[in-house]
């Protein structure tokens, strides 16, 4: 046990630390000089409680399934966005974190007619931009170090209005937001909207495409999300992660259903001589072995599905589906 200070070694100590022997905030014992546990830092005050950090964890945590599916469908590719963090920060520290040039991006919320940032780093945006234009999924792993283009920011446009919607569905059980794009930036230390000390909460994911990473920040004025979360209690978020866990399987078959796919049918496969190919014409026919009232096959993204037969719908040709290909069976 430490021992008790009698009156006489009080007075001393503070006697020495009116003189400045003793600094002020420092304690000594044993020779050795250390600072005191608990401090609290002015410059960087904590509004947000461990129970409203936790909330707001579950909602960006289901913000970012919703946007993986969201990503996916527009690209026809799989998109990875993972929550890698909740922290608390000022304005200016995120500022400042961030690289330069990105695709920064203002959103108005309201109700609380308030401003957040939405922020993509090169490393995010770029790989998905260009499989929108058409490139493999090797594309984008070295992003050019250079501002968006015109058209790449009306591209890059699209994937923020898929964010703003799945913002708005991740909120949705517990406060009806909408979101407006009032401005886009590729200097983010021009876009000084809030005072350097200004106290924010970020929100940081990390978007894997291909093989191309990339960091996406969300960035919410303490002031502007205040009057929210100032109502969230234990019961609130438990209920919100309920709600929402098990619409999350019909989230993502709504968004992938909106995904465009190749269909392929093939009506027979045969093998000819290079020189009959050569003296093909329109009107030749080429017989095979299959009778012509078989089941035809019909392929998915080059993969077979499903058997079926050919006709007409509205004279268009068409194909009947009959059933499931089975396993090894081919044309």
């Not at 709600?243 to 045969?270: H, P, Q």
């Amino acid at each position: 046990m430490p021992d008790i200070l009698d009156q006489d070694e009080v007075d001393a100590l503070l006697k020495a630390v009116k003189t400045g022997g003793v600094a002020t905030g420092e304690v000594e014992a044993g020779g050795v000089v250390g600072r005191a546990e608990g401090e609290y830092d002015f410059k960087k005050p904590e509004r947000v409680t461990k129970e409203q950090l936790r909330a707001l964890q579950t909602i960006h945590e289901i913000f970012s399934r919703g946007f993986s599916s969201a990503l996916s469908g527009l690209i026809r590719a799989i998109v990875d966005v993972q929550l890698q963090g909740v922290e608390q920060a000022t304005y200016g520290e995120f500022i400042n974190s961030l690289p330069n040039p990105t695709c920064f991006n203002l959103l108005h919320v309201f109700p609380m007619d308030g401003t957040i940032v939405l922020e993509f780093n090169p490393e995010a945006v770029f790989p998905i931009i260009d499989r929108m234009l058409g490139g493999g999924s090797d594309v984008g792993t070295s992003p050019p170090g250079r501002a968006l283009t015109q058209i790449e920011q009306r591209l890059a446009t699209s994937i923020l209005e898929r964010a703003m919607s799945q913002l708005q569905a991740a909120w949705a059980n517990l406060e009806k937001l909408e979101l407006q794009l009032t401005a886009s930036e590729s200097n983010p230390q021009l876009m000084q909207i809030h005072s350097p000390n200004e106290p924010v909460v970020v929100i940081r994911f990390q978007a894997t495409i291909g093989k191309a990473q990339g960091t996406i920040n969300l960035c919410y004025p303490y002031r502007v999300i205040e009057p929210v979360i100032s109502t969230f209690t234990a019961q609130t978020w438990l209920a919100q992660r309920k709600a929402t866990g098990k619409d999350a399987a019909e989230l993502m078959k709504e968004n992938l259903g909106k995904a465009a796919l190749n269909v392929e049918v093939y009506l027979a496969e045969s093998s000819i001589r290079v020189s009959d190919m050569m003296d093909l014409q329109p009107g030749h026919i080429i017989q095979t072995e299959k009778p012509a009232n078989s089941e035809i096959a019909l392929s998915i993204e080059g993969k077979l599905k499903f058997k079926g037969k050919p006709g007409l719908f509205k004279n268009h040709k068409s194909i009947l589906i009959t059933r499931s290909i089975q396993p090894g069976e081919g044309i």
